[in-house]
């Protein structure tokens, strides 16, 4: 019988619906194979299922392959549980986890001690996608050993296909808005912490004249602008030069985040100096040359971009694979919505001209939003909801919102002598344990999924 997700209404249901009438009988489990409710520790987990009948089960380097499967209730978004899946996988030394919540399926693999996404699909295409999941923990393949050398998997979300390969190339993602004050600086400079943090290499370009993002960072160490140590090696003289500045050189580590970033900063004088950038015919490929040069150093590119339809904003899309739109959603950011969809289609149309695929939107990011109570419970789910309905655009899980920890640890200062400087460091080293830190992190872990990055 075909599994219906209108059917499960909470939690128990998306257990004895999906998980026990339904998948574990289709994956070739028998009740002598699976145990519901088990404790191992502190530890308490939905289901655990076997490749092979074990009484009593163990959990060690030489058990049998095993699957952990987590149900969570229908409204329940699943980005906020893979934190403890992880935990779980990584603690008992299970190697693949499912978590579902009726509507959404997701299939991860323990990996040393991260995890990493296999598989997802809606709950309505299981049934279409069954094969797939019986290959990656039907109890066969799991007995089997098939998964050795794991199969491409694709990654179904809001409609989109995304493909997960097993070499995995460096992305890169512009954080577009052509409205300023959305949170477009503080979402990049803080999701390129959270990245490197999950161990990825990152670089991230400032593309903007305000050149916030460079001070974001850290990079600017100085009070005085005839210090300026910026001003001769930065942005522009990576677009300016087709054979000098390349980005390896240019870019500058920062401090800003631990274990540290690499940032391309920007400088003021980009403003005055578009109109001479705007006559150089290469101007808005040269990004790509040079990002293809360091293709092998970096596993994330962030560009932070201007919030205008310019010169540079077309030079940051251009060149990215993937965009993220932060949004504070207020009336003019969201009717800005309908210039950014115009702008990114102009865009595509010059990328068809050079053979490079549309821009893959992420989707819109709701930042700098209020933690009033009242505002949450009713006026943020509105809105969210209208910026689909209104514009046609994906709305991301992750929310980032106004806290009293981001705006402190981007003010932080430095006395050196007589000299105040700033020493900004990231909201993830500031206070771990804040819930603007996990916030980041949980945007963190949905970019990765949503752009194939294991």
Not at 10 to 15: D, G, L, P
Not at 165 to 170: F, L, P
């Amino acid at each position: 019988m075909p599994f219906n997700p209108e059917l499960c209404r909470n939690e128990s249901e998306v257990e004895s619906k999906l998980i026990v009438q339904y998948l574990l009988p289709q994956l070739g489990y028998t009740p002598d194979t699976w145990h519901q409710e088990v404790a191992v520790g502190s530890i308490r987990l939905d289901f655990l299922a076997f490749a092979a009948q074990v009484i009593p089960f163990v959990l060690d380097a030489n058990s049998p392959l095993s699957v952990v499967m987590e149900a969570k209730h229908p409204k329940q978004n699943l980005n906020n549980h893979v934190p403890r899946l992880r935990h779980y996988l990584t603690s008992l030394n299970v190697r693949y986890g499912l978590l579902t919540n009726g509507k959404e399926i997701r299939i991860y693999q323990k990996s040393q001690y991260d995890i990493q996404l296999l598989f997802q699909c809606s709950g309505k295409e299981v049934e279409i996608k069954l094969d797939q999941i019986k290959i990656l923990i039907g109890r066969e393949s799991l007995k089997e050993g098939q998964l050795v050398d794991k199969p491409e998997v694709q990654i179904t979300e809001n409609n989109s296909n995304i493909e997960t390969k097993r070499e995995h190339s460096m992305k890169t993602i512009a954080v577009y808005h052509n409205k300023g004050g959305v949170g477009k600086t503080t979402t990049v400079v803080n999701l390129a912490a959270a990245l490197r943090k999950k161990g990825k290499r990152v670089l991230v370009i400032d593309l903007d004249s305000q050149a916030n993002t460079t001070f974001a960072t850290g990079l600017v160490k100085f009070d005085d602008e005839e210090f300026d140590d910026i001003k001769d090696s930065n942005i522009f003289h990576v677009l300016q030069s087709e054979d000098f500045y390349p980005i390896a050189e240019v870019a500058r580590k920062s401090n800003f985040s631990n274990p540290e970033i690499y940032v391309v900063p920007a400088h003021i004088d980009l403003i005055r100096l578009e109109t001479e950038l705007n006559a150089l015919d290469y101007s808005r490929l040269i990004l790509i040359e040079k990002l293809e040069k360091v293709k092998d150093q970096y596993d994330v590119v962030l560009i932070d971009t201007p919030p205008s339809l310019n010169l540079y904003a077309k030079i940051a899309l251009i060149a990215t694979d993937f965009l993220i739109i932060p949004s504070d959603l207020k009336p003019f950011a969201n009717q800005g919505l309908t210039n950014v969809k115009e702008f990114i289609k102009t865009i595509n149309g010059f990328r068809k001209q050079i053979r490079k695929p549309p821009i893959q939107i992420i989707g819109v990011l709701a930042c700098k939003i209020s933690t009033n109570a009242k505002f949450v419970q009713s006026t943020l789910k509105n809105r969210l909801e209208k910026i689909y309905s209104r514009y046609g655009i994906n709305v991301m899980d992750a929310v980032i919102y106004e806290r009293e920890d981001l705006a402190k640890c981007a003010e932080r200062i430095q006395i050196v002598g007589d000299i105040e400087i700033a020493d900004p460091i990231s909201v993830l080293d500031f206070k771990p344990d804040s819930t603007s830190a996990h916030e980041f992190e949980l945007l963190a872990i949905e970019v990765l999924q949503k752009i194939g990055l294991p």
